[in-house]
């Protein structure tokens, strides 16, 4: 299975990006599918998440801001992400697994991406 996250980049606060996440190798309709990410010196943290049954959850952090979808012909997870903050600057890691990724403890979760960097400066 291969998941290549596209779309990092540099922008300004207030700007906006849109990660997306190419899947392969499994079926992407039947699995859970979210977007986490990692500050600097700080833990991975889940930021939006989409199950096989269309639930959507985001951190309150970004509620509001960040929309995730998936184009299931496509094999696509994206993620929009609006009114960019300096606190958003992060590596962002595309995930899936069978069960909702915010209910799995990441170690266990199936598949990551590599990560795409996001920088958000003032």
């Known amino acids: 299975a291969q998941l290549v996250e596209s779309g990092g980049g540099s922008v300004q606060t207030g700007g906006s990006l849109r990660l997306s996440c190419t899947v392969s190798g499994f079926r992407f309709n039947d699995y859970c599918m979210g977007w986490f990410r990692q500050a600097p010196g700080k833990e991975r943290e889940g930021v939006a998440a989409?199950?096989?049954?269309?639930?959507?959850t985001y951190a309150a952090s970004v509620k509001g801001r960040f929309t995730i979808s998936q184009d299931n012909a496509k094999n696509t997870l994206s993620l929009q992400m609006n009114s960019l903050e300096v606190e958003d600057t992060a590596i962002y890691y595309c995930?899936?697994?069978?069960?909702?990724?915010?209910?799995?403890?990441?170690?266990?979760?199936?598949?990551w991406g590599q990560g795409t960097q996001v920088t958000v400066s003032s």
């Open positions: 995930a899936a697994d069978i069960n909702p990724v915010f209910n799995v403890e990441e170690p266990f979760i199936e598949y």
């Open positions: 989409i199950d096989s049954d269309g639930t959507i």
